[in-house]
């Protein structure tokens, strides 16, 4: 049974560090492809974006624009202040929102997918491509609270009021942009590729219940070790 432990223990390591050396190589270049393809895979953001505001406030919110990787949000909020060089014309407020703050996660997924050992190839594709989307849908949640911030916080009085009148308060904002800008960015993605790759983990860790469970090795004491070996 010692032996056994042993033999299990050197094979976790050994698809550890061979994990290890494969993430280091893989994260940088998941992150270059991410951020030199960020046009295009903002794309959903933007249409998703868009349908979420135009059937929830159809009178505040016209349409969203994709400038490169920046995404414009047209409202049809019309501040009273008037602004230099305005004179009489009424122009609405505009709000510009990053998708890419909360876009890394696809990176990251690409990068721990890719340094599975082992992992076929068809289902690395199909882990990469689910995961984008779940990705997509944190960015999407995000970018709406970024700008919901803005409005909220930083248009002025006029354009804070229409934002309160949705029912949306600012403890709410307040505790959704903190979630969508520092916890759900950087915990989905990892949280995703754990439950993904269950069978892996479980594995290198011992917790595979078709494997025998190196705690419960380990919790035998050195006399009942000793009386089983004899």
Same mark, same amino acid.
């Given at each position: 049974?010692?032996?056994?432990?042993?033999?299990?223990?050197?094979?976790?390591?050994?698809?550890?560090?061979?994990?290890?050396?494969?993430?280091?190589?893989?994260?940088?270049?998941?992150?270059?492809?991410?951020?030199?393809?960020?046009?295009?895979?903002?794309?959903?953001?933007?249409?998703?974006?868009?349908?979420?505001? !135009?059937?929830?406030? *159809?009178?505040?919110?016209?349409?969203?624009? %994709?400038?490169? +990787? =920046?995404?414009?949000?047209?409202?049809?909020?019309?501040?009273?202040?008037?602004?230099?060089?305005?004179?009489?014309?009424?122009?609405?407020?505009?709000?510009?929102?990053?998708?890419?703050?909360?876009?890394?996660?696809?990176?990251?997924?690409?990068?721990?997918?890719?340094?599975?050992?082992?992992?076929?190839?068809?289902?690395?594709?199909f882990q990469i491509v689910?995961?984008?989307?779940?990705?997509?849908?944190?960015?999407?949640?995000?970018?709406?609270?970024?700008?919901?911030?803005?409005?909220?916080?930083?248009?002025?009085?006029?354009?804070?009021?229409?934002?309160?009148? !949705?029912?949306?308060? *600012?403890?709410?904002?307040?505790?959704?942009? %903190?979630?969508? +800008? =520092?916890?759900?960015?950087?915990?989905i993605p990892v949280a995703?590729?754990?439950?993904?790759?269950?069978?892996?983990?479980?594995?290198?860790?011992?917790?595979?219940?078709?494997?025998?469970?190196?705690?419960?090795?380990?919790?035998?004491?050195?006399?009942?070790?000793?009386?089983?070996?004899?």
């Open positions: 049974m010692s032996d056994s432990v042993e033999n299990n223990e050197k094979y976790s390591k050994t698809v550890i560090k061979e994990m290890l050396i494969s993430a280091i190589l893989y994260l940088p270049i998941s992150f270059f492809v991410w951020f030199y393809a960020s046009a295009l895979l903002v794309i959903p953001v933007k249409y998703l974006l868009q349908a979420v505001l !135009t059937l929830w406030q *159809p009178e505040l919110f016209n349409a969203v624009t %994709q400038h490169q +990787y =920046l995404l414009s949000i047209e409202t049809l909020i019309f501040p009273s202040e008037t602004f230099a060089g305005q004179g009489d014309k009424l122009a609405v407020l505009d709000v510009s929102v990053n998708p890419m703050l909360y876009g890394y996660g696809v990176a990251v997924i690409s990068g721990l997918v890719l340094s599975v050992p082992g992992l076929k190839w068809t289902k690395v594709i689910l995961g984008y989307f779940v990705v997509v849908l944190v960015q999407t949640f995000g970018s709406f609270w970024e700008m919901m911030k803005h409005l909220m916080l930083e248009a002025g009085p006029d354009v804070s009021h229409a934002i309160l009148e !949705t029912g949306i308060s *600012p403890n709410i904002m307040a505790l959704m942009y %903190q979630l969508s +800008y =520092l916890i759900f960015p950087a915990v995703y590729w754990i439950i993904m790759n269950n069978v892996f983990i479980g594995e290198i860790t011992g917790l595979d219940k078709k494997q025998a469970r190196n705690f419960n090795k380990k919790a035998v004491s050195d006399k009942k070790q000793t009386e089983e070996d004899k």
